[in-house]
């Protein structure tokens, strides 16, 4: 076997070990028969990976004699509907998978997100090991326990805490992801320096390179940003405090996704986040809670990696201020007409405003809004 | 203000009140006020009760200064369906109740099931308040935080655990349930004495007509189920033990209650109950476990209330021992491939029996279906 960096997501009872190294989806078998010996599995995947990777982890399986039937979604973030859910779950039951047997989330954030929200309520809660396959998924969704499904009134309004058994992220997937969603990945990366890691954002601002070509700077960056989530989870399980501070850029970014359909084409979930990070931050230096050239730092590390970091490099727009403001206001993050922010002092250094005023947030995104299209190319290419 | 009774159930953080007796509902108002001041109310109810009890609802909470708005679902089980729940979520989240605010479940067991599972998962949970209005909700569905719905696989086989942080139980809107529908809960208030309590079943053989009548002996009657309902689930939230005794006859009446379609004019569930109940005991005195006097007495005394008994008296009857094995084996209680039944050494001496063999219950129930339709009239009247 391998030796994996591991990771420790410390909740008592409901604690977990997080794995990340090259290599690891043909060690599943060995590693979930470890855990539950005699379980039988369900895996819950999307068309994307399955081509690439169910082969290797099937084979995997089968080598620890785990039994093991596959529910296919399409890719994509419409699969976190009611409908997908629905379908998902009954899938699930006609496997006749048991109360001690395991549901697999193998995919990206997406596949995490449906299937553990899937576990959570089968059988009223099902063991459950996620196998993530995006960046995103190992250094974000897979971790913390957060699963859910989108409302039409806004994202992730409908879910559960429901911790996994078992995290593997195997780096070397990553290498058939394309660029455009490993960038994507790399917003929540840079996330992580950005909240409470000064000294993270400038070892990226350094080294993202590397990060992006693979091997061990790519593992660190994944490591240390599991470790800071798996941190920030043990203090704050449930988001009664700090674990907000997760939610940096994604207020922003959630409303984003919102007015563009969901449509992958226009903006994936890390563009949102990228551009809504940058929002952020150039928010806080509106308020004077940070210098100007906070914002502009964020935003030229993001761009310098090929990501989107203004409202209008996305393409067809984003609608009005109104429409923007109307996602807002659905999204969790919403206190008796007060809206709660992630705000920011410095790189680093982000905290939780929970009495922002929804006036200067419509008076800031209309002058967003009002620079118009970008002249720039949009970043939508591989 | 009345003096209802009250039965707390004890759950450490998540500890709440039941309370009941007559004209609870028109103190609703001034009760939630007390719970939650400031508390925006979105009301899950089906036609019927609104049409019956609404008014009443509305008239107490505008009293007490509460907002709220209401989400309407047909009646029947037929509403613990995918569809119904997503739909229910959409307009849930379109009354902007935010996390802080409440989900009141506001009829029978199957409004209960589906608002409280709906509370379970919009924001990741909202808080919910009971407002049971037929007896088997009343003593048994509204307490102890078991929420869900139905798949096409078998019933409640989507849900979660959610308690919900008041219960009032209005016994004066018993008066316009049906005679049919009152009898199905009252299957659930003779399980509390054939579970644990030989002393309670006694005295319904000797006061069901009082507890039927309404008044004192009806209250009583539903305090007592409370009580016993609120120990099991003191004792064990999750059912990783005792809590498998309120299955008791759950396993055959699902069974039934699948294979008739969920159809309420052939079956409703206390009805299967009730038969499941006879049949848990048949199968138990068949297995030399307890007396052949035991099953006689049970079905005596249910046959007396007005109760079926026997699998011949459902209407167009209950498909082969095949269709019912597989509605068995697919049911919650399965663990590699052995079944787990309540099972019991007499009247209240029931017990969790988890190695039960499938080829013994499917040629007893082979047995039950030879027995043919009955030749009594069916008892679905008013
Ligand atoms: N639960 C949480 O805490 C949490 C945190 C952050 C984000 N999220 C959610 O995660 C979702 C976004 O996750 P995502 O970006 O992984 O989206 P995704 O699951 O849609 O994956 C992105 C695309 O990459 C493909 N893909 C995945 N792995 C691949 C691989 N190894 N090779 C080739 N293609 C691959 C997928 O098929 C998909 O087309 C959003 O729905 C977001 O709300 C959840
Ligand atoms: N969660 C639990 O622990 C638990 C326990 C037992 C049963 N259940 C569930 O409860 C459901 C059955 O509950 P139910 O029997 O209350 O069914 P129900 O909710 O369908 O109510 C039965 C009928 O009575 C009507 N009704 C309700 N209150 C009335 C009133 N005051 N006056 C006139 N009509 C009224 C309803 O409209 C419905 O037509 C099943 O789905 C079962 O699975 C859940």
Tied chains: 1, 2.
Excluded at 28 to 45: K, S
Excluded at 229 to 245: M, N, Q, S, W
Excluded at 256 to 263: H, I, K, N, R
Excluded at 279 to 297: D, I, K
Aim: include cysteine; aromatic fraction near 6%.
């Amino acid at each position: 076997m391998t030796s994996p960096i591991t990771v420790p997501v410390v909740l008592g009872e409901r604690s977990y070990e997080i794995s990340i190294g090259p290599g690891l989806l043909a060690e599943a078998g060995t590693r979930i028969a470890a855990l539950a010996p005699q379980a039988r599995l369900a895996i819950v995947t999307d068309t994307n990976v399955a081509g690439l990777h169910l082969a290797t982890l099937a084979e995997s399986l089968d080598r620890a004699g785990l039994a093991h039937q596959t529910v296919t979604v399409e890719p994509g973030e419409a699969s976190k509907s009611f409908t997908t859910f629905a379908r998902v779950c009954e899938d699930l039951i006609a496997t006749r998978v048991e109360r001690g047997d395991l549901v697999v989330a193998f995919g990206g954030g997406v596949i995490g997100d449906l299937a553990g929200f899937a576990a959570a309520v089968i059988r009223r809660g099902m063991r459950f090991v996620q196998i993530p396959t995006s960046l995103l998924a190992q250094v974000d969704s897979s971790v913390g326990g957060k699963t859910g499904i989108n409302s039409r009134h806004g994202k992730n309004l409908v879910g559960a805490f429901h911790q996994p058994s078992l995290v593997l992220a195997d780096t070397s997937v990553l290498d058939t992801l394309s660029k455009r969603e490993f960038r994507a990945g790399y917003a929540e990366v840079a996330k992580y320096g950005l909240i409470n890691d000064a000294a993270f954002f400038g070892w990226l601002e350094r080294r993202w390179r590397d990060v992006m070509a693979g091997g061990a700077a790519r593992e660190e960056a994944i490591a240390i940003s599991c470790r800071s989530k798996a941190g920030i989870v043990a203090r704050d399980e449930t988001e009664t405090g700090e674990r907000a501070l997760l939610n940096l850029g994604h207020t922003f970014g959630h409303a984003l996704e919102a007015v563009t359909g969901y449509d992958s084409r226009r903006l994936v979930h890390g563009e949102g986040v990228a551009i809504g990070m940058v929002l952020a931050h150039e928010f806080s230096a509106r308020l004077g809670l940070c210098s100007q050239e906070t914002p502009s730092r964020v935003a030229a590390h993001l761009a310098e990696v090929g990501l989107p970091t203004r409202i209008g490099q996305i393409p067809g727009g984003a609608g009005s201020a109104d429409a923007l403001m109307t996602a807002i206001t659905q999204d969790k993050k919403v206190k008796r007409g007060r809206l709660t922010f992630i705000l920011t002092r410095g790189i680093g250094e982000s905290f939780i405003a929970d009495d922002v005023d929804p006036a200067a947030v419509r008076h800031f995104l209309a002058e967003k809004l009002a620079d118009g299209p970008d002249a720039a190319a949009p970043v939508t290419g591989p």
